[in-house]
């Protein structure tokens, strides 16, 4: 490629080996002949490595489109809205919009702090956790399948599948195709099912009765857009929740500075969003000839936008490897930029913020179990796998 401005560097969101530092490869790329990185894994893509960059192409539609889909390599479906472009991604995003509202999340959030305490009550009394696999994970799923409009006995089900679709797909295909057809077969029973059942006032709901140019979707229809939801109600923002807690337990001084006041919660949690990064990337498709990051463009050319890249970029954000509670980072990438900017960004932020205070309340002595290393997933979104702490054991808030 003679007329391409790139620094060659083979990086892969499904390799388990960068999953555990993605950052400082990209910042080698960045720090390289030109921040535009280009990568021969997953048949070649380009991946930006400055916050401008990956601004840009989160901004520009028209030059990077989401029609050919989001994920690297291809989904077996079309998610949506995310795979779409306005003017349909905006017609979809109406329509899902109410069910997302900041007044909507802050409206749940009795029902959230019920959640928290109940998950927190199941171990509180052992003196040790594991905090992703006993309070994050399950606590993120409680909140938000009634919103979908899941049942909660399916939980485990639904998680199980979902992540290891998440991240095993390039590990065994025949089984994620497997698991992509359970999966279908559920949504679109259950959308079935919902169809002749009384009504209720969720996502699900909202889809069995909405119409598009004058007729109600289809089964397959409401499936593409639910299983989105569930891969965010399963996965993204518990990787926000762990991975604050995981800074929490090793800076007992940020948690006293919380507790007392000094820093405001607001502040931290997007510093936390920015520093954690739940998902690290998205894709997109070149539709026309564009330069980005001092490289050259052709249509069809693939883009890997790497969130984390933007988060981490020295130019926009001072010191960037380190978490900085007070610090301003609410230009941070974690949940996007342009018109697919996160649609559960409102409901991530009030669960993160129940998440941090009920435990800085009730077990605010926890700390990083001895010998505990991190390890993390690989994929679009990376997340501790296991978080083990140790604390004073307390009482318990039910007597069930």
Known sequence: ?????????????????????????????????????????????????????????????????????????????????????????????????????????????????????????????????????????????????????????????????????????????????????????????????????????DLLQCLIEEEFDGKRLSDMEVYQVLILALFGALDSTSSAMSGSLFHLGQHPEDKRRLLSGEVAWPVAIEEFLRFTTPIQTLRRTVVQETELDGGALHPGDIVLCINGAANRDPDKFADPDRCIIDRDARDHMSFGSGAHVCIGRHYARVMIDTCLKTMLGRIGDYRIAPGFTPDYTSSEARALKTLMVEFTPGPRLSAG
Request: with cysteine; net charge neutral.
């Open 1 to 201: 490629m003679p007329d391409r401005n790139f620094t060659q560097a083979d990086y892969n969101h499904h390799d388990p080996k960068i999953a555990q530092d993605p950052y400082g490869f990209l910042a080698k790329v960045r720090g390289g002949q030109c921040p535009l990185g280009h990568s021969d894994e997953l048949g070649g893509f380009y991946f930006p490595t400055t916050y401008d960059g990956v601004k840009r192409v989160f901004s520009d539609y028209r030059t990077f489109t989401s029609n050919e889909g989001a994920g690297l390599p291809a989904q077996l479906v079309r998610f949506f809205p995310v795979d779409l472009d306005p003017p349909n991604h905006t017609r979809w995003r109406r329509t899902l919009n109410r069910f997302f509202t900041q007044e909507a999340a802050e409206a749940d959030r009795p029902r959230i702090q019920g959640l928290a305490d109940k998950l927190i009550d199941a171990f509180v009394e052992r003196g040790s956790a594991d905090l992703v696999n006993e309070f994050t994970r399950p606590f993120l799923a409680m909140t938000m399948l009634p919103v979908i409009g899941c049942p909660d006995d399916d939980r485990p089900m639904l998680s199980e599948k979902l992540m290891w679709m998440v991240h095993n797909r390039l590990v065994d295909h025949d089984g994620w195709v497997r698991r992509y057809t359970e999966i279908g077969d559920y949504l679109m029973g259950l959308a079935a099912a919902r169809r002749v059942a009384p009504r209720r006032d």
